[in-house]
């Protein structure tokens, strides 16, 4: 049985007792410090926080009562431990009153070690609930509390009531966008709010597995089913049984796979490369991708029925400069995360940068705004963050019209055409790994090379 540790403060004047007690805790696993006076208690109180109180009630100077009483009025409820009482001289009185100041249990000595333990290990496991429920509580009630998904346009809070709404179904979703739109954080948020979000939710770029590799990676092989297969090994369709795939990317996948999941789509059923049984499967499939599948079908490069398998229930994303009223939301959002990840005190961002950012095309999109306040949070000097230090960081704005333009500083240009000329030596000429260098999507450093005609 896993048992429950925490962090226990035990006072009592008796130092044997004392001893005795913190040793017995310290065995079950508990980090315990230990107080001879309730006035050493208060001082650990004061600079360390506890989960539970072990409190003698009479001890020399101030008791564990005036103690109790103290911490009522200078702790709040979220600050203060579980608390259990020591006592050889119990009254009603003084139990009615040490329950209203928020004791939880008595102990009347003597008592065998054993009954402290329990109250401890129910004591611990009380908070250990107590701090779940308050994260559960505050994910629940904070502003931006779909799964990463953060807007306040009225596309997007359209697409998330249509997320939730599909996520009763089992239908199959095709979720289209361009790339750093957030395809996969509507697919997580159907996934967890569908009655499927006990299973996995099995995610695989189709674009990052070699064709020769994705067949076997996606249903399976069975040991010498190919050179090299020396085991049997299950695909990300019985890994995700029960539950849901994202099949991001599905717009890459040769023609042979698109048959083969075609038929998993129609029969819920498939053959692990090398197996001569089939495998039944009870799956959602969410598909997501960046191209355009109707024209694909048109040019002969995707199945015209698997598309339609596929686009059940569509839902689109809109890129980030069609919803540039978004623009505020994210930055406060991106700010606040980056802060708290690096320690850094950042306020937020100027007005001129503020305008700079709305003004910006963004043609990475949410990616790519989250990678430039990333880097300016990181090599901030300042606690605001201005036009000209989000600027040198690559999101200098062509005008845009009736939007305000960025002001830039004579070397804006110069240090953005040497970031894409660097990078791209680095990477041997790769855009790719030069996107990546830069924290930027292919994209995005697509639009900087023709913006300033590099080669």
């Not at 990546?436 to 994209?443: N, P």
């Amino acid at each position: 049985m896993t048992r429950t540790h925490g962090s226990i403060l035990l006072a009592d004047d008796e130092e044997k007792i004392l001893k005795r007690l913190g040793r017995a805790l310290r065995n079950e696993g508990h980090d315990v410090v230990e107080a001879v006076t309730a006035s050493k208690a208060q001082q650990h109180l004061n600079t360390q926080s506890f989960d539970l109180l072990v409190v003698d009630n009479v001890m020399p100077g101030m008791t564990g009562l005036e103690l109790v009483r103290e911490m009522a009025d200078t702790m709040t409820p979220a600050e203060r431990p579980q608390i259990v009482m020591m006592t050889a001289h119990g009254t009603t009185q003084l139990v009615r009153e040490a329950f209203k100041l928020g004791v939880e249990d008595f102990l009347e000595k003597p008592f065998e070690v054993e009954e402290l333990l329990a109250l401890a290990r129910r004591a611990v496991a009380r908070v250990r609930l107590q701090t779940e429920r308050q994260y559960l509580i505050s994910e629940r009630d904070a502003e931006f509390n779909h799964y990463g998904i953060v807007g306040r346009s009225r596309a997007m809070e359209e697409i998330i009531q249509r997320a939730e709404l599909v996520a009763q179904t089992k239908s199959t979703i095709l979720i289209t966008g361009e790339t750093g739109t957030g395809k996969e954080m509507v697919a997580r948020l159907i996934h967890n709010r569908s009655a499927q979000r006990d299973m996995p939710l099995i995610k695989v770029n189709c674009a990052a597995i070699p064709e020769t590799l994705l067949e076997s990676e996606l249903f399976g092989h069975v040991r010498g089913a190919f050179t090299g297969a020396s085991l049997t090994k299950r695909g990300k369709f019985a890994l995700a049984d029960g539950g849901s795939i994202l099949l991001d990317e599905i717009g890459t996948l040769s023609t042979g796979v698109q048959s083969k999941l075609l038929r998993v789509l129609q029969e819920r059923e498939f053959e692990p490369l090398g197996a001569e049984r089939t495998q039944q499967v009870d799956v959602r499939v969410i598909a997501a991708t960046n191209r355009d599948l109707r024209h694909m079908v048109s040019e002969g490069r995707f199945q015209e029925d698997l598309y339609y398998r596929l686009h059940v229930i569509p839902i689109e994303l809109p890129p980030l400069r069609e919803r540039r009223e978004d623009v505020p939301v994210l930055v406060d959002h991106f700010v606040a995360k980056h802060r708290l990840r690096t320690g850094k005190r950042i306020d937020g961002v100027d007005d001129d940068a503020a305008q700079a950012l709305q003004a910006y095309d963004w043609p990475g999109n949410v990616r790519e705004l989250e990678n430039t306040i990333e880097r300016a949070v990181v090599l901030a000097t300042t606690p605001v963050l201005t036009a000209a230090a989000i600027s040198l960081l690559g999101a200098a704005a062509a005008p845009t019209p009736g939007l305000p333009s960025l002001r830039l500083h004579h070397n804006i240009e110069w240090v953005e055409r040497e970031t894409m000329r660097r990078s791209l030596a680095q990477a041997g000429g790769g855009k790719k790994d030069a996107a990546d260098l830069m924290g930027i999507s292919q994209r995005a450093l697509s639009y900087y090379l023709a913006k300033y005609r590099v080669d």
